[in-house]
């Protein structure tokens, strides 16, 4: 399994990667602190799961999400933001994520949602 994680705060990035290293030792994990360079890196690579803030400089991680789901409509998305659900939920809806956490949220709360994607992935937890 592959996840590719997205955030612009560098040490929230390293905290999460720790925390899915932790849950799932063996999964390729690959962190990018813009929307645009995850973005080339699916198009060449592809991913099973997405996990991104919403609020990134430049590209936001909806239209991020949005663009990753044309290549693959089966990607697993997890939206780890510090927006308020109210602010992006339709927007949110209509992209069908896997999950949605708010900052900041732990390790038990990643694992839930890792344990539960809506699709398939290529390995399991």
Known sequence: MT?????????MLKGLIQNIHCILPDVRVLSFGSADEALDFVKDNGCDVLVSEIELNGTNGLTLARNV????????????????????????????????????????????????LRYNAQQAI
């Not at 996840?3 to 040490?11: G, L, N, Q």
């Not at 999950?99 to 344990?115: D, I, N, S, W």
């Open 69 to 116: 789901k044309c290549l693959n409509p089966e990607v697993n998305i997890i939206f780890l933001t510090v927006c308020d659900e109210k602010e992006h939920a339709k927007e949110v809806f209509d992209i069908k994520p896997s999950g949605y956490l708010v900052k900041p949220a732990v390790k038990e709360q990643l694992e839930f949602e890792l344990k539960n």
């Open 3 to 11: 996840i590719v994680c997205v955030d612009d705060h560098p040490i």
